[in-house]
């Protein structure tokens, strides 16, 4: 009996030893599945009990691991696509915000701006793309993680590859670059600074406002530069206050900032660079959402 106890810790404490050990890649994976920190951690938390319960030992945790974390983020996305169909508003991701002194490039290069093209795809072509694409597994270990042939997985990824392709992220700035590009486009937005803002934006820029419907934000996405500058040069002239920039960041791997309105409401802002201009606009106002943004 002693033996057998004594059998049944180590392998408990071998299960919490894996765990931890894949836990941070598990956890970005989830929240590529979900576009969701919280959801993410909530599979997290699914996957340990599943995980726990094993009795018998696992020779591939890994694999073992990434199946039962892609499956129940492929459960979780039917619920997640009718809730987003009664979003009000625009919808984000909830925003990754990174230090700029501590951020470290993933090799994943998953944007705010990729993430949104994920946003098209069946839940079954953007898991084969993040696993195949992103996350480097073979497509035999991909065909075994969502129990289909190799040949349909291959399709999957080929189809999503072509719909995102565009969004891959081409353009990747260092933390000095990143504060000077947040830095001036927040001075430039915040005094309604036309040619700052001209010399800044792409003439085909996009502003995205997710409030959720729970504050005051765009109810549609902003499209082109002549909207845009009117927006902030409007903004700026009926604002009693101006806005504050609390710090400057990597967001979602791009640059951006974390600052409060001009009533004082919470937000964060990335931007999206394409050939030296800012292309999109990315502000995640919906509390809900930025419950792990640190003021």
Known sequence: MANEASSCTSLGDERVIEFARESKRLLRLGR???????????????????????????????????????????DRLKSARARREIYVGPWLPEPL??????HETVADDVTVTLMLALERLSPL????????DVFDLALTEVAVVLDR???AVRQLASRARK?????RSRYSVGPEEADGIARAFFAASRDGDVTALSTLLARDVEIHSDGGGKVLAFREVIRGQERALRLFVSAQRKAATTPTLLRTAIIDGLPGFVSLDPIGV??????GIRDGKIFAIYIVKNPDKLTHVNV
């Open 125 to 132: 072509e953007r898991a084969a793309f993040l696993l195949h």
């Open 149 to 151: 042939e190799p040949a």
């Open 163 to 167: 719909n995102v392709q565009n969004a």
């Open 32 to 74: 590529r599945m979900l576009g969701s920190i919280t959801e993410a951690e909530d599979v997290l938390q699914d996957a340990w009990l599943r995980w726990e319960r094993v009795e018998d030992e696992v020779r591939t945790p890994t694999a073992y691991l990434t199946r039962i974390v892609t499956r129940l983020c492929l």
């Open 266 to 271: 919470l937000q964060t802002t990335a931007l």
């Open 97 to 102: 915000v990174e230090p700029l002194d501590t």
